[in-house]
Structures are given as structure tokens and as C-alpha cells.
């Protein structure tokens, strides 16, 4: 290490992680309870599980041979000599928690949502951070092709209520484990076909999970991929009856929507429904949340055969989006002059905050300029003077720093005001 003094460039966040500070975390916060207060609505709950998780988990889940195991994971060796990860997706850990402490037992189905940070070791782009957060909703022990529309039509809800527009809801079935293998087996002999026109990984992926293929975004590649088999060829009578499910109550929802083939989700663990919420960006299509029901992860894990379904959205690329607009803050600045009078500060600035209105003490002790000078710098919407007058006669002043106005009287009434809405 070095013993010179740490520069800037060092103490910089880590490359690709970002703070999200005061003046931009209001809308975050106006979107969080947004969103919080709709899945209420909808019967979730919070799930919050930790941050790290064993490697073996996502390996397992997300799929050995997904671009986000392979390349993506945030993976180390604790002390205790345990391959640990930064999650890189929440539901696996969902679904580990559902078997560990077996809340399947309380009855199904089970929604749970969450809010919080992901990791994923992916080159650093405009919008695309390693560390990000996403909003994940999980619904476990329902089939009903109802409830797959349900968590569309929400989707499609949050979207509105928060002001994003021009979006397009795609959906697919990427069938099941009956009838994807030879649907796979078809991709891999076009592929094969046509092998000297793609790339290196997604020839590689041709052999061990040609789906991927799907996932490739190199430009000859995805040009290759439109003239491939389609997935609605091959769908079981089982995974066919559940799509038309699916549209029929899209349809009763009054979900638009479109039906695209290729959309295969980049993840291993989906069966049946798979969709994405998109958006046209400077000509590029890029994706505002996505999901699918993953039928068999649980019983993967050695836990009770419980379908699930749910959806994860990108906070970071949805807040660049929301046309939210967080209520201003509102603040009382207490000015005083005096021994005696800095005291009745200290004790206004309590009864105001129990009151419930923000409040700040003038510490520095200058005079009565610089005071409102500075309240007037933070942005306080009044001023409450405290002089040796006002202390002496128990009356306060209270200016209005918009409109000028000044308002003298109690300490309670002065309060009552403030608290009275508008
Ligand atoms: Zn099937
Ligand atoms: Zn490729």
C-alpha cells in the first residue's frame, strides 16, 4: 500500500457502483412507496434476505451455463473458506428461504416482494451499474394461468401509476421439460447450420444451452437467430393450454400485448410464461422489467414441488423514466440572538419536530442577517425569530420566506399553523 495520502481518483466509489444522493434519493423514495403501497394492494408481503448467499445457490438456480453465472457473479472465499456471492438476482433466495423455513407450510400461494441492491460483474455502461437495484415480486403455489396474466396487468399498473410511457408488454411460453428438449434439439441443428456465422459463445452455447443463443447481442448473430425455430412449434398440449390462459386473461385485463417467439429470458430456470415490459430508446429496445413462472426451481433444491412465477425491475433505468415528483421539503430555521434566547431555540426546535415539522437551530451564534442569510441559502420555507424581546414576552416570529409574510404568536400556535395542511 501506499503511504502517500489516498488522491481523489482513489477514494472514488468503486467503478461501476454510484451514490444516489440527496435531492435524487427523494424520487427513489416517492417510487419505493409507490410501488410498496400497489403490492400492498395486490396481497405482498416484504421478504428481506441477505445480501450474500452461498455460490452453489445461483449455480443451481440461475443455471450453470447462463452469461450471469459465467461471467456476471460477484464470487469470493471467506475466512472460513466458503465460496460466497453478492447476489446477482433475488429469486433464488426467495426460493431458498421458502425451503428453509418452510413457508409453504403457512399456506399458498405465497406473494413476496423486495427492494434492494444486486451485483453483477457486467461492463459498466449508461444505466448499467455492477451494483443496482431492482424491485422483485414472487408469487409461489399458484398454476392457474390467471395469476401469470395477474402479475402482467400489475406490471402494466405500476408502470402507469408512476408515468411511463410507451411501453410494450411482450410474452412468450418457453415451454417445459417435456417439451423444450426438442425444441432444443431443433435450434441446435440450425445453429449448427449456420455456425460459421456466429460467434464464438454462442457456438459454444450451441452445444451446452442453445436457447442462450437468444441472449447473444452480437448484431450477426441476433440476425442469424430471426430465421430460427420458434418455440410455439414444439409446446406441449400442457404448456400450449396454459399460454392461451395466460392471453385470455391478459385479454380480460385489458393488457395490450404482443406475442414474441424469441423471447427466451435470460435466465435457465423459466418454464412456460416468460415476458418483458420494453422500451424504444434512441432506436434500441431495451427492457423495463421482465419475469416468467419457473415451475421446478423449488423441487430443484430438494424442497416441496411449489411453481412460482414473479417479475424483477430495474430501479436505476425505471427512475429514469418515472415522471414522479417528490413533495418539496418543507423546513422551520430557528434564528436567535442571546444566551437566553438560544435556549428557547433549542427547546422550540423540540416542540416543533414532536410536532411533526422539520426543524433546524442556527449553531454558528452571528447576528440576525447572517442567520436568515443562511436559512435563506438552505432553502427554509419560514424563519422563526427568537430575541431577547420575544423570550421575555413568551411570542415568536414566524416569516413566511416566500411570501414575506410575518406571523407573531405563541410557540403552540405558531405550530398548529405549520401543521395545517396546504
Ligand atoms: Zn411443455
Ligand atoms: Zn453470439
Redesign the pocket.
Known amino acids: 500500500m501506499s503511504s502517500e495520502r489516498s488522491s481523489v481518483k482513489e477514494l472514488a466509489a468503486v467503478k461501476g457502483t454510484h451514490d444516489i444522493l440527496p435531492g435524487e434519493v427523494e424520487v427513489w423514495q416517492a417510487v419505493e412507496a409507490s410501488v410498496v403501497g400497489m403490492f400492498g394492494r395486490y396481497g405482498y408481503r416484504e421478504l428481506r434476505a441477505p445480501v450474500i448467499e452461498h455460490t452453489e445457490l445461483f449455480e443451481k438456480s440461475t443455471g450453470e451455463t447462463t452469461d450471469v453465472v459465467q461471467k456476471e457473479m460477484y464470487t469470493f472465499i471467506d475466512k472460513g473458506g466458503r465460496s460466497i456471492t453478492l447476489r446477482p438476482e433475488y429469486t433464488p433466495s426467495v426460493a431458498r428461504a421458502i425451503v428453509e423455513h418452510r413457508l409453504d407450510l403457512l399456506g399458498t400461494p405465497m406473494r413476496y416482494f423486495y427492494i434492494g441492491p444486486m451485483f453483477r460483474y457486467d461492463k459498466p455502461q449508461k444505466g448499467r451499474y455492477r451494483q443496482f437495484h431492482q424491485i422483485d415480486i414472487e408469487v409461489f403455489g399458484e398454476k392457474d394461468p390467471a395469476i401469470d396474466a395477474e402479475i402482467i396487468e400489475m406490471a402494466d399498473s405500476m408502470l402507469v401509476s408512476l408515468g411511463v410511457t410507451g411501453t410494450e408488454t411482450l410474452v412468450n411460453s418457453v415451454g417445459c421439460r417435456a417439451c423444450r428438449p426438442a425444441f432444443s434439439q431443433a435450434l441446435r441443428e440450425a445453429a449448427g447450420g449456420v455456425k460459421d456465422g ?6 459454444r ?1 450451441m452445444e451446452t444451452n442453445p436457447l442462450r ?1 437468444f441472449d ?3 448484431e ?3 440476425e442469424q437467430a430471426k430465421v430460427f425455430p420458434q418455440i410455439t412449434g414444439f409446446l406441449c398440449p400442457e404448456c400450449r393450454d396454459h399460454f392461451a390462459g395466460v392471453r385470455r386473461y391478459l385479454d380480460l385485463y385489458g393488457v395490450a400485448y404482443r406475442v414474441e417467439p424469441n423471447l427466451v429470458r435470460g435466465l435457465d430456470y423459466y418454464t412456460k410464461t416468460a415476458f418483458e415490459v420494453v422500451r424504444l430508446d434512441a432506436g434500441q429496445q431495451n427492457a423495463v422489467l421482465g419475469g416468467g413462472r419457473y415451475d421446478d426451481m423449488m423441487k430443484d433444491f430438494g424442497g416441496p414441488d411449489v411453481c412460482g412465477i414473479g417479475f424483477a425491475c430495474g430501479l436505476e433505468r425505471l427512475i429514469a423514466l418515472v415522471s414522479v415528483k417528490p413533495s418539496p421539503r418543507r423546513f422551520v430555521y430557528v434564528v436567535h440572538s442571546g444566551e437566553a434566547a438560544r435556549a428557547k431555540a433549542v427547546e422550540l426546535a423540540r416542540i416543533f419536530r414532536r410536532g411533526g415539522v422539520e426543524t433546524l437551530v442556527e449553531f454558528a451564534g452571528r447576528g440576525f442577517k447572517s442567520q436568515f442569510g443562511r436559512a435563506a441559502k438552505l432553502g427554509a420555507a419560514w424563519v422563526l425569530v427568537v430575541g431577547e424581546d420575544e423570550v421575555a414576552k413568551g411570542e415568536f416570529l414566524l416569516k413566511d420566506m416566500a411570501t414575506g409574510t410575518q406571523t407573531s404568536g405563541k410557540a403552540e400556535d405558531l405550530l398548529s399553523s405549520l401543521q395545517r395542511p396546504g
Do not use: Y
Not at 456466429?198 to 457456438?203: A, H, I, N, Q, S
Open positions: 456466429l460467434c464464438g459463445d454462442c457456438r452455447k443463443i447473444c447481442k452480437v450477426a448473430c441476433r
